[in-house]
């Protein structure tokens, strides 16, 4: 998927960097510019939320996409996710991916905050409380 994703979004005229863990994206993130993260929850070494916690604990405000591969079992703390600015459940279409990047990265270059918003793949009530108690 990672590969796809990234020739995807280059063939969209990005310009794109992968990783295939968490230690080694936190690096790369430590050392060169990125404008947007996508993330997978569910990575060897060091899981996206804990990268992503590990980036706002450094005051490190780049905006992310995280990808989730099945919806937690119950209801979240809203305290223990760090800011997120969108959300892609697996399976997603290019389009979704394609639109979500899009979208995110308009409102950070116009300034505005990105206004979080429900996946278009997620229909359940549930779904829609877990994702509210995300939004900080």
């Not at 280059?10 to 230690?23: I, P, W």
Request: net charge negative; glycine share 4%; proline share 6%.
């Amino acid at each position: 998927m990672r590969q796809l994703d990234s020739e995807v979004l280059r063939e969209s005229g990005y310009q794109v960097d992968t990783a295939e863990n968490g230690l080694v994206a936190l690096h790369s993130l430590n050392t060169d510019h990125y404008d947007l993260l996508i993330i997978e929850e569910e990575m060897p070494m060091v899981t996206g939320l804990e990268l992503v916690k590990k980036l706002r604990s450094n005051d490190m405000m780049l905006p992310v996409i995280m990808v989730l591969g099945t919806m937690p079992a119950r209801e979240t703390n809203p305290n223990s996710w760090p800011q997120i600015q969108a959300i892609l459940l697996k399976p997603y279409t290019v389009a979704e991916l394609s639109r979500t990047v899009r979208e995110v990265l308009r409102a950070v270059g116009s300034g505005a905050s990105y206004q979080f918003a429900l996946p278009s793949n997620w229909q359940s009530p549930v779904c829609s409380r877990w994702v509210t108690a995300l939004k900080m």
